[in-house]
């Protein structure tokens, strides 16, 4: 056996793994591989037959179930399991930037006819004192152009379809066919109210 090199000058915990190797290297022994084990392909089958056998389970859903199994998988390997299978996640699975889902599709094939609309509200000082004013906007997806209602301190179904026909009229002066209204599910969006559009 040859002599050891000295480990004088590294401080004690440089020392102690370097010494560690030494040895290692001396006696024959390979490293082990740095990282996290793979997933057995048993856990894999399991990962993919959740994920077919359930398909509004998201990725949580899933390392939770199998969490109950005594089975570890982290969130990023089941999702990585499910895009190496094709199985696209829906929305509440949380994909991946670029892995294209139902709903990523829907919006592409359909930015150009659609429009999305939203409440928010400011407080605002009034003669009357402190109030909350709502307005209502809408966003054209395939070119961003915006329509933003007159603010009012009581927005009621009326008022809300009086905005739906001017968003309407906006539209047609822009040159925009809306197919499509996307909304928040909110009590200030009545179910009928938004038809007129």
């Not at 030494?22 to 591989?33: A, C, M, S």
């Not at 209502?136 to 009326?158: E, M, N």
Request: glycine share 8%; proline share 7%.
């Amino acid at each position: 056996m040859g002599t050891v090199p000295s480990c004088q000058g590294l401080s004690p915990t440089l020392s102690g793994p370097y010494r560690r190797r030494l040895r290692e290297e001396q006696g024959g022994r390979v490293p082990g591989k740095a990282g996290r084990r793979r997933l057995t392909p048993s856990l894999r089958e399991l990962i993919v037959r959740l994920a077919k056998e359930n398909t509004g389970w998201g990725v949580r859903r899933i390392v939770g179930e199998l969490q109950k199994l005594a089975l570890k998988a982290s969130r990023s390997s089941v999702r990585r399991v499910l895009v190496d299978e094709k199985i696209l996640p829906d929305p509440d699975r949380r994909a991946p930037e670029g892995v294209p889902t139902p709903w990523r599709k829907f919006i592409a094939i359909h930015m150009n006819v659609m429009v999305a609309c939203d409440f928010f509200s400011k407080t605002v000082w009034t003669p009357l004192g402190r109030q909350t004013a709502f307005v209502l906007a809408f966003v054209h997806l395939g070119s961003r152009k915006v329509f933003v209602s007159p603010s009012t301190l009581h927005p009621t179904d009326a008022w809300v379809r009086q905005q739906a026909r001017n968003a309407s009229m906006w539209a047609d002066d822009e040159g925009i066919d809306v197919r499509f209204l996307t909304r928040s599910i909110t009590p200030s969006f009545a179910s009928n109210v938004l038809l007129s559009l």
